[in-house]
Structures are given as C-alpha cells and as structure tokens.
C-alpha cells in the first residue's frame, strides 16, 4: 500500500500445472477475495496475476470470476487482448462491450442514474456505449469537441464516473486477460482510472 489512491499486488502463480479442481489454490484465491474486500477501504486495487505461459492463469482468474458472480453481489466487466487484434483500445474493448450488455438490461431508472455528465464524449469514444438509451438519450452539451487528445480526455473522465457511480452501489471487478498485447490508448486510459481525484472503488485484475 501506499499513499497513492490505489495499491498493487502481484499474485505470482508458481510453474506447477493447475489442477481444475483448484486443490492448493486456496491461498491464491483468498489473496484475490481479500483485495476485493479491500476496495471498501476507499482505494482501487490492481492485482496482476503472474506466472509462466501454459500454467493455467487465465483458468485460475476465471474461476475467482466465477465465484464472485455466483454470489450475486458483484459485477463482473472482463475482457481479454489478442496479440494481432488491431482495435482501438484493444484492452478495454471486451470490457467496455460488458459495461454495455449489463447497462442495457438495467431499469431504465437505474442505468440513467449511472450516466455520467460527458456521456456524450463517452459514446463518441466508445461508440457501443451508443446502444445504452440512458447515455444516448443524455442532454446534449455544447463545445464537445470533435475528436483529439481533449475528446479523449472527457470520455476518460466519463468511464471514471460511470465506474465510481457504479462501484458504489455493487463491488466492481475489471478484468483484462493478456494485457501484454494491449496498446498505449489502453495503458493511459488504466492510469487514469487509477489516478486521483475520485478513482472507482474497484477491483482490476489482469
């Protein structure tokens, strides 16, 4: 921990192939509950799950996710980047698709309560976002821009209060497989997630 918004963990999962059963995983699964439970100590959590290629990591996340719906007391938004994809924000693009699907079967009353003020840059940015009636039936502002590093930055801010918004209400997971492959628009949209002020309470774990 740190006095930054937010802390990091690296769960390094040793070479032993992984049983599906998960026996001997219980201490690794315990570590991504706790920081799960952390997020209510008022900072995002970023955990990265480490380990040689072929040792089950993906497997071992899903299961976590798994469990963490099962309960019915989280949302889950996850994805996964895929080395000769060619997409923008590729990192985010499974994740932003999941915020989508989970707005759109919202109450309409509830999602519109998670619209955030620059919805518009948002679905500009994230044009799936479009589908959702809450965001785009939202009231048009003036001066947004048409594109550059200032729509960019809006749309940021829009994601980061539709996450805080809605990481108040339930846990929040955001999980993102093979984030090796992911590109720059992705890692500077991650840090400003991260970045104070306001950070969603959530959990992160690639």
Known sequence: ????????????????????????????????????????????????????????????????????????????????CYERESVPFKGFDGVIDALSHYLVRLPDADAARLVPRQAQALSRVFPVLGRVQAIASAPQRRGLPSGGVELRYRAFEALKELLAKLAEERPLILSIDDLQWSDRDSARLLKHLLTPPNPPLLLIVV
Not at 8 to 21: H, I, Q, R, V
Not at 31 to 55: H, M
Not at 59 to 71: G, P
Request: avoid cysteine; hydrophobic fraction near 35%; aromatic fraction near 6%.
């Open 1 to 80: 921990r740190g006095s930054t918004s937010s802390y990091s963990a690296d769960l390094d999962l040793p070479s032993a192939a992984l049983p599906e059963t998960f026996v001997g995983r219980t201490r690794e699964i315990g570590q991504l509950e706790t920081a799960l439970g952390d997020t209510n100590d008022g900072k995002p959590v970023f955990v990265l799950v480490a380990g040689p290629s072929g040792i089950g990591k993906t497997t071992f996340v899903e299961h976590f996710l798994s469990s963490a719906k099962s309960r019915g007391d989280a949302v889950v938004l996850s994805g996964r």
